[in-house]
C-alpha cells in the first residue's frame, strides 16, 4: 500500500512486507475491536489500511493469501464475481504479544482468589508461573469465577490465558478489569484450547481481574493452568 500513490489502494491489492525499522512501518495501519452483537470484544481485530481504507483479508487461497478487501461482516456465496468467496472470517485476526515491550507479566506470583476450588487445585496455580497442565487451579461446575489481585494499579497491554489442553476440548469465558469490572475480553467460539493459550491486546488500567468462565465443552469442571497480564 503506497502512501504517495493510488494505484496499490485498489480492492485486491497484495501488501508488500518491509523491514521492521522502515521509516513509515506502523504508520499505514489501524485495527478495529471485534465485537459481538452485545458489543463485547471477542478477541479478534480487523485491520485497516490508513491510504485506502480497505481492511487486510489472509485466507489458503493460493491466488489471494493475503490482500485487501472491503470491511464486511457476511458471506458472499451468491457467486457473484465481485464478492468472490471472500467471508469475514478471513478479515478476523489474532494477535499474539511477544517480547517484553508492553512490561512484564505483573500478574505472576499475585494473591489469587476464586469463588471455589478442587481439592489443592487452588486459585494461585494459575500464575505460579508454570503454564502446563501440571499446575492448574480448578472448580466444577461451571460458570465459575477466578480473580488475581495485581496489588497495584497497573496499565495493562495484554493479558493471556491459557485453559486445561487436551486437543479436543474448548472452554468459553470473559475477562474482567476493575476498578468498574469493564469487559476487556471474550471467547464465545469454539476455538479448541493450546498451549499455547489465548492472548488480549488491551489497553486498561486496572489492579484486579476476574476470569469468568462459562463453559467447558469437555466436562463441567473450570479450569485455567496459566494467566499473564503484561503491563506497567
Ligand atoms: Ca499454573
Known amino acids: 500500500m503506497a502512501s504517495t500513490a493510488t494505484a496499490t489502494r485498489a480492492w485486491g491489492t497484495k501488501p508488500t512486507v518491509t523491514a521492521a525499522n522502515s521509516a513509515d512501518v506502523g504508520q499505514q495501519w489501524f485495527f478495529l475491536t471485534n465485537k459481538d452483537s452485545s458489543n463485547n470484544p471477542i478477541g479478534s481485530y480487523r485491520l485497516v489500511n ?27 456465496s451468491t457467486g457473484n464475481p465481485v464478492g468472490g468467496t471472500r467471508n469475514e472470517t478471513e478479515q478476523a485476526l489474532t494477535f499474539t504479544a511477544v517480547g517484553t515491550s508492553g512490561g512484564q507479566n505483573v500478574a505472576l506470583n499475585k494473591p489469587a482468589s476464586a469463588q471455589s476450588a478442587q481439592g ?32 497495584s494499579l497497573y496499565t495493562l497491554s495484554s ?16 475477562i474482567q478489569a476493575s476498578t468498574d469490572w469493564t ?13 499455547a493459550g489465548d492472548s488480549y491486546p488491551v489497553n486498561v488500567q486496572a489492579r484486579y481481574l476476574r476470569v469468568n468462565i462459562t463453559f467447558n465443552s469437555a466436562n463441567a469442571g473450570v479450569h485455567i493452568a496459566n494467566f499473564t497480564a503484561t503491563g506497567s
Do not use: C, F, H
Open 183 to 195: 469487559t476487556i475480553a471474550t471467547k464465545s467460539n469454539t476455538a479448541v484450547a493450546t498451549s
Open 120 to 151: 489443592s487445585r487452588v486459585a494461585s496455580l494459575a500464575v505460579d508461573g508454570d503454564p502446563t497442565n501440571n499446575s492448574y487451579w480448578s472448580a466444577d461446575p461451571y460458570a465459575q469465577w477466578w480473580k488475581v489481585d495485581l496489588q
Open 50 to 76: 490508513r491510504y485506502s481504507g480497505l481492511v487486510l483479508g489472509m485466507s489458503s487461497d493460493s491466488s489471494r493469501l493475503a490482500e485487501s478487501t472491503p470491511p464486511r461482516s457476511w458471506a458472499n
Open 159 to 174: 493479558v493471556s490465558i491459557t485453559n486445561y489442553v487436551d486437543g479436543s476440548r474448548y472452554y468459553q469465558y470473559n
